[in-house]
C-alpha cells in the first residue's frame, strides 16, 4: 500500500489504522454506584491511530483520543454530574488520551501493553493485558484494567450522585476495529 506508519517501513507487515472503530464499550466497576456502568465508545467521539504488525507484534503501536464530553452511561443526570467539574470537567479537560509505549506479546496468547493515559492533563504510565481476536478485517481488543481516580485528579466532587465511587475502579475493554485507509 505505501504506507509508512509508527517507523514501519512500506511493504512490511503493518496495517495502518486511522479512526478505525466500528464500535466498543468500556465497563466501569469500582463501587455499588459503578458496578457494571457502561461507557459506550462510538466513532463520532473518538479518534485512533493504529499500527499493527501481526508477524511482529513489538512493532504495534496505538494512540487514542476519546472526547471526555461523549461520556454515555444511559442516565442523563449521571452522565451531566461527571462532564461537570464534579469529576471530567469537559469543559476544561475535552480529551482522554492513551498512548502506548511498546506492546509485548505473552506465552499465553494475550499482549502486555505498557502505555501512557492522560486524564484531566495528569499523564501517568499504565499497564494491562489484552487479546485480539481476527475475524475477517475486523480485530477485535478485549482486556481490563484498574486504574486509581485520585491519581488523575477525579476526587469526586458530587455529595448526592455517586457518594460510594471507590478510588480503584476497574475498567474492562471491548472494542472492534476496522480499518479504513490513511
Known amino acids: 500500500s505505501g504506507v509508512v506508519a509508527a517507523g514501519i517501513p512500506a511493504g512490511g507487515n503493518a496495517e495502518s489504522w486511522r479512526k478505525a472503530f466500528q464500535f466498543g464499550t ?3 466497576s469500582g463501587g455499588r454506584d459503578l458496578s457494571r456502568v457502561m461507557l459506550w465508545i462510538e466513532a463520532y ?5 493504529l499500527v499493527i504488525d501481526r508477524k511482529d507484534m513489538t512493532r504495534t503501536s496505538a494512540k487514542l483520543w476519546v472526547s471526555a464530553k461523549s461520556v454515555d452511561t444511559e442516565r442523563a443526570a449521571r452522565d451531566d454530574d461527571l462532564r ?5 470537567d469537559v469543559l476544561r479537560f475535552p480529551q482522554l488520551i492513551f498512548k502506548t509505549k511498546n506492546v509485548v506479546p505473552q506465552e499465553n496468547g494475550t499482549l502486555k501493553i505498557t502505555g501512557h493515559l492522560t486524564i484531566k492533563d495528569k499523564t501517568l504510565p499504565i499497564t494491562f493485558l489484552a487479546r ?3 475475524q475477517g478485517q475486523m480485530i477485535r481488543i478485549r482486556g481490563g484494567l484498574t486504574v486509581d481516580r485520585n491519581r488523575f485528579g477525579l476526587v469526586y466532587q458530587s455529595p448526592w450522585y455517586l457518594p460510594s465511587i471507590k478510588a480503584k475502579v476497574r475498567i474492562k475493554l471491548d472494542v472492534w476495529l476496522k480499518p479504513k485507509p490513511l
Do not use: E, I, K, Y
Open 132 to 134: 485480539t481476536q481476527w
Open 84 to 88: 461537570s467539574a464534579n469529576f471530567f
Open 26 to 28: 468500556v465497563q466501569l
Open 45 to 49: 467521539s473518538a479518534n485512533l491511530d
